[in-house]
């Protein structure tokens, strides 16, 4: 079973920025879609990024431009890098994985912006 552990997340301003860190207890990255999700009190979990074996990458609108979802081989991680943050941004931020119908999550990690 292959678990999922982020990390990175806390408290900024707003226009500041965060690196969120998701490892994997093994490497799924070749096989794996990578994505991170987000939900905020009262509404629905939402994509954020994902990134697939192939490398490509896929953002929401409101991020484009300020988030980039990359993966580190050598950590065995996928990361989130979070800048021009704005209040909206906040919310749990959980790591998934998705291989055919097969998905794993994160217990997730807060981020909280103040403006």
């Known amino acids: 079973q292959v678990q999922l552990v982020e990390s990175g997340g806390g408290s900024v301003h707003a226009g500041g920025s965060l690196r969120l860190s998701c490892a994997a207890s093994?490497?799924?990255?070749?096989?794996?879609?990578m994505g991170w999700y987000r939900q905020a009190p009262g509404k629905q979990r939402e994509l954020v990024a994902d990134?697939?074996?192939?490398?490509?990458?896929g953002y929401a609108d409101p991020v484009k431009g300020r988030f980039t979802i990359s993966i580190d081989n050598a950590k065995n991680t996928v990361d989130l890098q979070m800048n021009s943050l704005k209040p909206e941004d906040a919310a749990v931020y959980y790591c998934?994985?998705?291989?055919?119908?097969?998905?794993?999550w994160g217990q997730g990690t807060q981020v909280t912006v103040s403006s």
């Open positions: 990134i697939t074996p192939r490398g490509s990458t």
């Open positions: 093994r490497s799924i990255f070749s096989s794996y879609v």
């Open positions: 998934h994985a998705r291989y055919l119908g097969y998905n794993i």
